[in-house]
């Protein structure tokens, strides 16, 4: 559903991701690990067509993102770290723009609260400004904007960044019931412990190259927080097996 092959992206001189391949299959969630600067955001980006590859395919539910950009994009919804609204406009404003951009029609105001409960928030926050609510209440809105689209593949760049434990939880949750409802989802994210628990599989990157992926049975079975460590002090590259060839 989400497939990248052989992906490299170069800025100048720096190659920001090399020869990267992987995919997530509906009813998959793929947590994409690495330090600052491993390329996540950039793997993202040329998914979402905002940037075109140096080298190497990127496919959303089998399209080809740089041949057919538009096709691609309407097949995916996305969720950024720091989400784009409309500060000046309620949140009810926001969703009903967003709803008649998605494609889906027109929302009212109880599937909006539905849809809001959803994410954790109540429906009170409807008439509030964006710019009023908090980064949490923000993202867990962008959430919901993100569910609007209601498409086969979600890509969510640190959708828990800067988000309270409890919100964490409900928007844990809430990928949880994505990944049971068979959408595929990709998420960038730093929270060792909680991609562990969450992912299908997980990919590891250090500066652009992916150094490890493992799937749930792996997962289940060996201390991700040591092995990632391992994989980012290391110089050896050893993509789907464990880096440096013994057990953590
Ligand atoms: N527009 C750009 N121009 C030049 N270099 C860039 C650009 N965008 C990203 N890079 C470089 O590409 C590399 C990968 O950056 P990227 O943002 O993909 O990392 P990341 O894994 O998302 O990091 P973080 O965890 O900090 O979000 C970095 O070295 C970064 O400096
Ligand atoms: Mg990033």
């Keep these: 559903m ?3 092959e052989g992906l490299c992206k170069r800025y100048g001189d720096q190659l920001a991701v090399e020869d990267l391949s992987l995919a997530v299959q509906p009813g998959e969630i793929y947590c994409l690990l690495g330090a600052n600067g491993a390329g996540k955001t950039t793997t993202i980006n040329v998914l979402l067509g905002f940037i075109p590859p140096t080298a190497g395919t990127a496919r959303i539910g089998g399209v080809d993102v740089t041949k057919r950009p538009l096709e691609a994009r309407r097949r ?10 409309y500060g000046n406009l309620s949140v009810w404003r926001n969703l009903d723009f967003f709803a008649a951009l998605s494609g889906n029609g027109t929302l009212d105001r109880s599937a909006a609260a539905a849809l809001l409960q959803r994410v954790g928030l109540d429906e009170a926050v409807l008439s ?13 809105l962008g959430l919901a904007v993100c569910l609007l689209k209601d498409s086969s593949a979600l890509i969510m760049d640190e959708p828990m960044s800067g988000l309270d434990p409890k919100a964490t939880v409900e928007l844990t949750a809430v990928l949880l019931a994505l990944r049971e409802a068979g959408k595929a989802l990709l998420v960038s994210t730093h929270d060792v412990f909680r991609a ?15 150094v490890w992926e493992g799937n749930r049975a792996e997962l289940e079975s060996l201390d991700l927080e040591a092995l990632y460590l391992r ?5 050896t590259v050893v993509a789907n097996g464990v880096a440096g060839g013994g057990g953590v």
Aim: charged letters at 35%; hydrophobic letters at 45%; glycine letters at 6%.
């Design 2 to 4: 989400i497939e990248v």
């Design 76 to 85: 995916v919804a996305y969720l950024s770290e720091n989400v784009m609204l």
């Design 128 to 140: 509030r400004r964006v710019k009023a609510l908090s980064k949490g209440m923000r993202q867990k």
């Design 196 to 210: 562990r628990r969450i992912a299908s599989r997980v990919g590891i990157l250090r500066a652009g190259r992916k």
């Design 231 to 235: 994989c980012m002090a290391e110089e």
